[in-house]
């Protein structure tokens, strides 16, 4: 069955400390991505990678980091110098930064 | 100022009419435009892309039309069925920077 997952589908934090969300895909896409979505507002680019041990900034990788050690799995941090944490995140991969991308089901984040 | 936006915000329906989303976008220079679809709680499903030869395109009871000179697509969905409640994206692919704009979605509920 091939996909893009993401666990936990809910993950509860207190104030100060760092998370790590899971994105595994088994589709072969070279590229992936991390966006964050909020109400009202559209999805905002976190992080990106377009090869293994390869990474770039998004447009709100303020207190975020990723890594991308395998092609499959690019997991995201968000560490206690993110302001507003508590949203949406979905991650996404595709063949190549210019293909379709396909997202995952999603991680709700709620910082308590 | 490269952006995407959607209306209405939001829509309710009846079961078995139809309905008419819109996307204006500002984005250049232009590559195509993707409507998805993404179920509460769930990751955005791509429905159809238009790229800037294409003036209409259906899939199913989805049909997508775009007008490159005025920089406008509308979605719009026939026969509308229960499983169409939904939030509706639209995003624009630029060329050159291969960035992608988001617009923040149409919230569609349909009642029976």
């Known amino acids: 069955d091939g996909g893009i997952t993401q666990s936990p589908k809910y993950l509860f934090r207190k104030e100060g400390q760092n998370v790590t969300l899971s994105c595994e895909q088994n589709l072969n896409h070279d590229a992936m991505y991390w966006y964050r979505q909020d109400p009202g507002q559209g999805l905002r680019l976190i992080y990106y990678s377009q090869i293994v041990n390869d990474f770039q900034k998004g447009d709100i990788a303020e207190g975020y980091s990723v890594s991308r050690e395998k092609k499959e799995s690019f997991p995201l941090t968000v560490t206690s110098a993110q302001k507003n944490p508590t949203a949406f995140y979905l991650c996404?991969?595709?063949?190549?930064?210019?293909?379709?991308?396909?997202f995952g089901p999603g991680t709700r984040l709620t910082v308590l | 100022k490269n952006q995407v936006e959607q209306s209405p915000q939001s829509l309710i329906i009846l079961e078995g009419k139809n309905c008419t989303l819109q996307?204006?976008?500002?984005?250049?220079?232009?590559?195509?435009l993707r409507w998805y679809k993404q179920d509460t709680g769930r990751g955005p499903v791509s429905l159809t892309i238009?790229?800037?030869?294409?003036n209409t395109k259906s899939n199913g009871r989805y049909t997508a039309t775009l007008d490159a000179d005025t920089k406008q697509s509308s979605l719009h969905i026939t026969a509308s069925q229960l499983s169409d409640s939904a939030s509706y994206i639209c995003v624009v692919r630029q060329t050159g920077a291969n960035n992608l704009f988001f617009g923040t979605g149409t919230r569609l509920t349909v009642i029976p």
């Open positions: 996404a991969s595709s063949i190549a930064l210019v293909n379709e991308q396909f």
């Open positions: 996307c204006n976008y500002t984005v250049s220079p232009f590559s195509n």
């Open positions: 238009m790229t800037f030869s294409e």
